[in-house]
């Protein structure tokens, strides 16, 4: 039976139990009333009342179990569930079901999490481990080489040989700006979220590919270091796909809040993502995580040769909680 007609029962079981004891108790009740007619009626009220608070105890115990289960859940120590419920009782079984389920997914979403970001960290390290073995340390190594031999050679050509040399540290010194900005955007902490948007969508627009519009509200609330650094990186992303997967003409990237949220809209009109592409591909799974953990909502709206659109709302409200 399901929980409604449980309590039902319990409350049943009372009434009758009453309109046994009026129809067969020798009871009579005067008017005025006795002190001890009126003390059997107050006997008779806390028995019934008792019985009523021991069936429904049994009858709401798979709440109260649940209660305890709920109160004692801690996220370091995963594992533990809801059980001991009893299979007489349909809500109760249900109930625990759908909490171990939520207790399940909830577990599975945080391993899952937790490998993601594990991975986006070490692909991270590797990027730029990389980067720096490939262009700036072939490039020092080369500075090197011209530097010795510079000053064992003619001394007449030295001059030119120290240009060389300067403009090969000039360009690595370029590549260590870019890598710490890719790592870490300046224009965001020296100019704003705005502004920084700006030279992102400049950088993009300089690159062979599609032309980068903006549509970028100058006046924003108040928002938290988290939040702008979020918004970024979703652009930043964002336009990443557009110029390598996307073939795009353009690329539109939009900005605009009221006094509820803050929206983030980056559109291309390029030939969209595959039906079959998996949903939690690492950069879909990079954003999404991202937009969780500021409490945002992603969405990305993308059909095979119609363009794709990456939505972000962060409700104003919570930012500020």
């Known amino acids: 039976m399901s929980l409604l007609w449980w309590v039902f029962l319990a409350n049943g079981i009372v009434l009758l139990v009453a309109l046994l004891l009026l129809t067969f108790s020798p009871i009579e009740i005067d008017a005025p009333i006795q002190i001890e007619q009126f003390a ?8 019934l009342v008792c019985l009523d608070l021991v069936l429904l105890r049994r009858v709401l115990a798979p709440l ?7 109160s004692s859940v801690d996220p370091d120590r995963p594992g533990r569930r809801l059980s001991g419920v009893d299979p007489r009782s349909a809500e109760g079984q249900a109930m625990a079901r759908a909490f171990n389920a939520m207790l399940d ?7 899952q999490a937790a490998r993601t970001a594990l991975a986006a960290q070490e692909a991270e390290r590797l990027r730029v481990a990389r ?3 490939d262009e700036i340390g072939q490039t020092l190594t080369a ?22 040399i300067a403009d090969a540290v000039r360009e690595s010194l370029d590549e260590v700006r870019r890598i710490a900005r890719e790592l870490r955007p300046e224009a965001l902490d020296d100019l704003g979220l705005v502004n920084a948007l700006i ?3 400049t950088r993009v627009d300089a690159q062979t590919g599609p032309r980068v519009k903006r549509e970028l509200q100058g006046t924003l609330p108040p928002l938290p270091a988290e939040v702008e650094l979020v ?5 930043q992303e964002s336009l990443t796909n557009a110029l390598r997967h996307s073939d795009a003409g353009s690329v539109t990237v939009s900005l605009e809040a009221d006094a509820d949220s803050v929206t983030l809209r980056v559109a291309d009109d390029g030939t969209g993502m595959p039906e079959q592409l998996p949903a939690a591909t690492a950069g879909i799974a990079g ?6 953990l500021v409490g945002g909502r992603l969405t990305i709206d993308s059909r095979p040769g119609q363009g794709t659109e990456v939505r972000l709302t962060i409700p104003v409200e919570q930012e500020h909680e």
């Open 40 to 47: 059997l009626l107050l006997a008779g009220f806390v028995v």
């Open 143 to 164: 500075v090197t080489i011209q530097a010795e031999r510079a000053a064992d050679g003619d001394p007449a050509l030295a001059p030119d040989a120290l240009r060389a």
């Open 231 to 235: 918004l970024y990186r979703i652009a």
């Open 287 to 292: 954003m999404r995580e991202r937009a969780l």
């Open 105 to 111: 997914r909830l577990e599975s979403a945080r391993h």
């Open 64 to 70: 109260f179990r649940l209660t305890e289960v709920m």
């Open 199 to 201: 030279a992102l969508s």
């Open 131 to 133: 980067e720096l073995h």
